[in-house]
T-cell receptor, first 111, second 113 residues
Framework: QKEVEQDPGPLSVPEGAIVSLNCTYSNSAFQYFMWYRQYSRKGPELLMYTYSSGNKEDGRFTAQVDKSSKYISLFIRDSQPSDSATYLCASFDTGRRALTFGSGTRLQVQP | NAGVTQTPKFRVLKTGQSMTLLCAQDMNHEYMYWYRQDPGMGLRLIHYSVGEGTTAKGEVPDGYNVSRLKKQNFLLGLESAAPSQTSVYFC????????????FGPGTRLLVL
């Protein structure tokens, strides 16, 4: 079983829709949770970063972590065609000092 | 600032050939990492370095070697390439106090025939 599980999609939504991307994880030692965005044939870029449980908002993006259910979410409001990319969730284990990635969800926002 | 850069962008190798991938960062980060990305597998850590002259194994180190002779550079070597090493390779770097936030390069696509 992978430590971070993510539905690969693809997820196709119309422009302006609210997008919900989700991950589950199994390692209770994970303390930090990240979302990376990866455009086709590019490197991942850090989008959102949260520590422990709670919400974090940045413009149209909201990251949510529920440690009790080991659930990580990313919400995108008013989605744009430029949001079309693969979104990778990741978690960091401070004990092992290692970043563990989900396999990514491909999002397509249709104009 | 260029951030993290990788050379080359794309390479085709025959089985048994060797090559070196170069990563450079201009952010004065102490830590550097090499990952490979395969379909359905996500990013997996190959090797990492916590400072000049030091390296350590990650999740999938077999078949690879690394060196960090200068703080800004991290080299990944394949001594005898195998088709199983066909992948996209990403370099990343981070500050020592912020290991959880890593900055990635654009990647190197490697095809081993």
């Amino acid at each position: 079983q992978k430590e971070v599980e993510q539905d690969p999609g693809p997820l196709s939504v119309p422009e302006g829709a609210i997008v919900s991307l989700n991950c589950t994880y199994s390692n209770s030692a994970f303390q930090y949770f990240m979302w990376y965005r990866q455009y086709s044939r590019k490197g991942p870029e850090l989008l959102m970063y949260t520590y422990s449980s709670g919400n974090k908002e940045d413009g149209r993006f909201t990251a949510q972590v529920d440690k009790s259910s080991k659930y990580i979410s990313l919400f995108i409001r008013d989605s744009q065609p430029s949001d079309s990319a693969t979104y990778l969730c990741a978690s960091f284990d401070t004990g092992r000092r290692a970043l563990t990635f989900g396999s990514g969800t491909r999002l397509q926002v249709q104009p | 600032n260029a951030g993290v850069t990788q050379t080359p962008k794309f390479r085709v190798l025959k089985t048994g050939q060797s090559m070196t991938l170069l990563c450079a960062q201009d952010m004065n980060h102490e830590y550097m990492y090499w990952y490979r990305q395969d379909p359905g597998m996500g990013l997996r850590l190959i090797h990492y370095s916590v400072g000049e002259g030091t390296t350590a194994k990650g999740e999938v180190p077999d078949g690879y070697n690394v060196s960090r002779l200068k703080k800004q550079n991290f080299l990944l070597g394949l001594e005898s390439a195998a088709p199983s090493q066909t992948s996209v390779y990403f370099c990343a770097s981070s500050y020592v106090q912020r290991e959880e936030t890593q900055y990635f390069g654009p990647g190197t696509r490697l095809l081993v025939l």
